[in-house]
């Protein structure tokens, strides 16, 4: 059975062929219409005149420039599968270079329909579902390296000094195909990592700073009775029943966050006495802590403060 569905004028098919020269060779192989998908189907009915009326002088019945020629499948899925073929078809025909300038070209609407039909029925390419392809997954080049390690550790690390160039490509070394990691440049991390750590980390606890105000080191300041406040050691001894007013300066020397504590101490006896006393603390003139205090019997007692110091002198 001889298909007539090309419009392509046969080749002399020899003296011995004893049928009339009617019989036509197709784009693809044919196949029955039942097996054929809807790629095939829109091939046939969209894309095939197409290839006939610009391509078949040059690259079917027997004619190959170039090397290519559409009728050299032996099935559909054959022709299908040649993505170089197709890809090929794409590139000229949307550059220009084919048809050849003196030959019919398709219009705009039929390039639009060829290359629409080459992305999704060779290559399956779904506008709703894109591949972005394959990643490279790829290390930092030293510029990067160096930046990183300044960010996250707070150490000017030399890479340029440390590790070999960054293979480049198209002229950039931030390529991840042609940034490579040999054996050496992997030493070279390890033996990078241990020195940023020894430096970055402290091998020793650190202990916070701390300074101690004792209480003989309060002095008056506008009201109280001087001749009543007694001093024992390092501690400042008041009375319950005078009222006194006392500091001691503080200097900040690094501005940050503080934590004040106020150690008092109440010395009493195992007499019952009535008379209490009300205390307050300051931090400069903003007062942070008042209470109020019985008769109690030997008690130290603590409290501590939060605050934000600024650089300089306080009371």
Same mark, same amino acid.
């Given at each position: 059975?001889?298909?007539?569905?090309?419009?392509?004028a046969?080749?002399?098919?020899?003296?011995?062929?004893r049928?009339?020269?009617v019989?036509?060779l197709?784009?693809?192989?044919?196949?029955s219409?039942?097996?054929?998908?809807?790629?095939?189907? =829109?091939?046939?009915?969209d894309?095939q005149?197409?290839l006939?009326?610009y391509?078949?002088d040059?690259?079917?019945?027997?004619?190959?420039? +170039? +090397?290519?020629? $559409?009728?050299?499948?032996?099935?559909?899925?054959a022709?299908?599968? !040649?993505? =170089?073929?197709w890809l090929?078809?794409l590139?000229?025909?949307?550059?220009?270079?084919?048809?050849?300038?003196?030959?019919p070209? /398709?219009?705009d609407?039929?390039?639009?329909?060829l290359?629409?039909?080459v992305k999704?029925?060779?290559?399956?390419?779904? /506008?709703?579902?894109? @591949?972005?392809g394959r990643?490279?997954v790829r290390?930092?080049?030293?510029?990067?390296?160096?930046?990183?390690?300044?960010?996250?550790?707070g150490i @000017?690390?030399?890479?340029?000094?440390?590790?070999?160039?960054d293979?480049?490509g198209?002229?950039?070394?931030?390529i991840?195909?042609v940034?490579t990691?040999?054996?050496?440049l992997? =030493?070279k991390y390890?033996?990078?990592?241990?020195?940023?750590?020894?430096?970055a980390?402290?091998?020793v606890?650190?202990?916070?700073?701390?300074?101690?105000?004792?209480?003989n080191?309060?002095?008056? @300041? #506008?009201?109280?009775?001087?001749?009543?406040?007694?001093r024992?050691?390092?501690?400042?001894?008041?009375?319950y #029943?005078?009222?006194?007013?006392?500091?001691?300066?503080?200097?900040?020397?690094?501005?940050?966050?503080?934590?004040?504590?106020l150690?008092l101490g109440?010395?009493g006896t195992? !007499?019952?006495?009535p008379?209490?006393?009300s205390?307050?603390?300051?931090? @400069?003139?903003?007062?942070?802590?008042d209470?109020? $205090? +019985?008769?109690?019997?030997?008690?130290?007692?603590?409290?501590? $403060? #939060?605050e934000e110091l600024?650089?300089g002198?306080?009371?």
């Amino acid at each position: 059975m001889i298909s007539l569905r090309s419009m392509i004028a046969p080749r002399r098919l020899g003296a011995w062929l004893r049928l009339p020269a009617v019989a036509v060779l197709g784009m693809m192989a044919p196949v029955s219409r039942a097996a054929e998908t809807p790629a095939i189907n =829109e091939y046939h009915k969209d894309i095939q005149p197409l290839l006939t009326r610009y391509c078949s002088d040059c690259h079917a019945a027997g004619a190959k420039k +170039g +090397g290519v020629s $559409f009728d050299q499948f032996t099935s559909d899925g054959a022709a299908l599968a !040649d993505h =170089e073929l197709w890809l090929n078809v794409l590139k000229y025909v949307r550059a220009g270079l084919m048809p050849p300038a003196k030959k019919p070209r /398709p219009n705009d609407e039929e390039k639009e329909r060829l290359g629409a039909w080459v992305k999704s029925a060779v290559f399956k390419t779904d /506008p709703q579902n894109p @591949d972005p392809g394959r990643v490279t997954v790829r290390r930092l080049n030293r510029v990067e390296y160096r930046n990183t390690i300044r960010d996250l550790m707070g150490i @000017d690390f030399n890479t340029e000094a440390e590790f070999p160039p960054d293979d480049t490509g198209y002229g950039f070394d931030t390529i991840g195909d042609v940034l490579t990691l040999s054996p050496m440049l992997l =030493e070279k991390y390890l033996l990078a990592a241990k020195a940023i750590v020894a430096e970055a980390v402290p091998t020793v606890s650190k202990s916070l700073p701390q300074s101690s105000i004792p209480g003989n080191r309060f002095r008056k @300041d #506008d009201t109280g009775d001087e001749k009543r406040k007694e001093r024992r050691a390092d501690v400042l001894i008041l009375p319950y #029943d005078k009222e006194a007013l006392v500091s001691a300066p503080m200097e900040i020397a690094h501005p940050g966050h503080y934590r004040l504590t106020l150690e008092l101490g109440i010395h009493g006896t195992f !007499d019952y006495d009535p008379r209490r006393c009300s205390v307050a603390f300051k931090l @400069d003139d903003r007062q942070l802590w008042d209470n109020e $205090f +019985g008769w109690y019997d030997n008690k130290t007692l603590l409290f501590k $403060f #939060d605050e934000e110091l600024a650089l300089g002198h306080h009371r």
